[in-house]
Structure formats: structure tokens, C-alpha cells
């Protein structure tokens, strides 16, 4: 992806940079698709960036967007700068910064079993393990990466370490399939549909867009991401 009048260069996050524990959202911001400080986000520009870069239809971005806004965003009022078009006396800005998505809680984002990243704490970075064992797992099928069935038999194994009493919500359950099901739809190659390890250990892993990477052709509706997510559930009972 590249832009004529802004630098879309990988660059990886600084020690002062903010990151989420999304890999779609830590690539966009290494990328200067959003602030690559990672913080003080509007509403418009994640909304944009996510449905411009992965070819989201308009309802399939609003969706996420919107539920990390009204989750993590914070609300904040200020004097107003004088404008003698202006006539309220505060300035509102709601705002988002990429480390609060990783709150934990019964109505946040974040949840146990993600393909990369650690349960139990808040994590803004993949977790080299992980990471390695989804690789080495890709490495190992003739295809040299993964299915969409082989994607969703990681996502079993990872939710099969989870504590028996301490399962995910339906809530959270339903997250991680949408997340699961999503990643394949973005990053899948056109022609094989498999999700080949370099664009595994360059999205997942360092965080950027992969080098070989083609965007969706066609917009990804959002039914048709409702009927993977509900594929990537159906499928994991088998595991």
C-alpha cells in the first residue's frame, strides 16, 4: 500500500509509541495509516484506515470501530480556542489511544486464547512462543501456511489451554472466531486462499503489511464475515 502524499513506510514502534493487542491495527499505525504514536485516534481516521487498508466494506469497519470506541475512548472537554464561528465554550474530543484496547473486563475487547498474543494480562506486543509455534505450525502443512480449517484448529489449541472453569464469554468467544475469521478473509492469498507464513510472520509478528500482500479485491461485506465467524465457531467443536 502506498499513498502519494503521505510516507506508509514500515516503521516499527518506538519505545514511547503506543500498540493494541490487534496486529491489523499495530500495522496500520507502523505505517503511519494512523498516528504511529498510537494515540489521541478519532472516531474518522480509525474508521477510515481500517476500511480503506483491508478493504472493509462501511458496516464491517463501523462495526469494530465503534465497539472499540465505546469500550477504551475516552471523552475529554477543554476550553475552546475563540472563534467567531464557534459557539460552545469547550472544545469535546473523543479519542482513542491503541494500548486501551488492551483492558481487560466482561464488556472490553481484549480476551484470552489470541493466536499471538498471552492470556491473563494486558499484552501490546506478540508474544515470541506463540509466535513461533503458529509459525512452525504453518511451516509443517504442504501448503507452507495455513487454511482457513488449519487457521481455525490453531484457534482450538489456543482456546483448549484455557481453564475449564474460566472458559471465554459468549461475548469474547464470538470476538476471537470474528478475529479468527477476518485475519483469513484479509490476509489469504487470492488465488490459493491460504494465508502463507511470511505474511504470518510479517503481520502477526513484526507487525507490518506483508511485502507480498495484495489487499481484497472486492469490499468484505460484513455478512459475509458473519457467515465465517460462524463457520470458525461450528468448526471448533470439532476440535
Known amino acids: ?19 493494541s493487542p490487534c496486529p491489523a ?24 484506515a481500517v476500511k480503506t487498508v483491508y478493504n472493509l466494506s462501511l458496516p464491517l469497519a463501523l462495526l469494530p470501530t465503534l ?20 459557539w460552545l465554550p469547550v472544545s ?15 464488556a472490553k475487547l481484549a480476551h484470552d486464547a489470541s493466536l499471538v498474543h498471552p492470556s491473563g494480562i494486558p499484552s501490546h506486543a506478540p508474544d515470541p512462543a506463540l509466535l513461533a509455534d503458529l509459525l512452525a505450525t504453518a511451516r509443517a502443512q504442504p501448503n507452507q501456511g495455513l487454511t482457513f480449517r488449519e487457521l481455525v484448529a490453531v484457534h482450538a489449541a489456543r482456546l483448549r489451554t484455557l481453564s475449564p472453569r474460566h472458559p471465554l464469554s459468549t461475548l469474547h468467544a464470538r470476538i476471537a472466531a470474528a478475529e479468527c475469521a477476518i485475519a483469513w478473509l484479509v490476509m489469504r492469498h487470492p488465488a490459493t486462499g491460504v494465508v502463507e507464513v511470511d505474511t504470518l510472520a510479517q503481520w502477526f509478528g513484526e507487525e507490518r503489511l506483508p511485502e507480498e500482500w495484495q489487499r481484497p479485491r472486492e469490499p468484505i461485506a460484513l455478512l459475509q464475515a458473519r457467515r465465517s465467524t460462524n463457520e470458525v465457531q461450528r468448526i471448533e467443536k470439532q476440535y
Open 92 to 106: 469535546v474530543a473523543w479519542t482513542l489511544d491503541l494500548a486501551d484496547l488492551s483492558a481487560r473486563g466482561w
Open 25 to 48: 491495527l499495530n500495522s496500520l499505525a507502523n505505517h503511519g495509516y494512523l498516528p504511529r504514536h498510537g494515540t489521541q485516534i478519532t472516531f474518522t481516521h480509525l474508521l477510515q
Open 67 to 86: 465497539a472499540g470506541f465505546l469500550t477504551c475512548a475516552k471523552l475529554s472537554v477543554n476550553p475552546a480556542e475563540y472563534r467567531r464561528w464557534s
Open 1 to 19: 500500500m502506498s499513498s502519494t502524499s503521505n510516507d506508509h513506510s514500515f516503521l516499527p514502534a518506538g519505545p514511547t509509541d503506543r500498540r
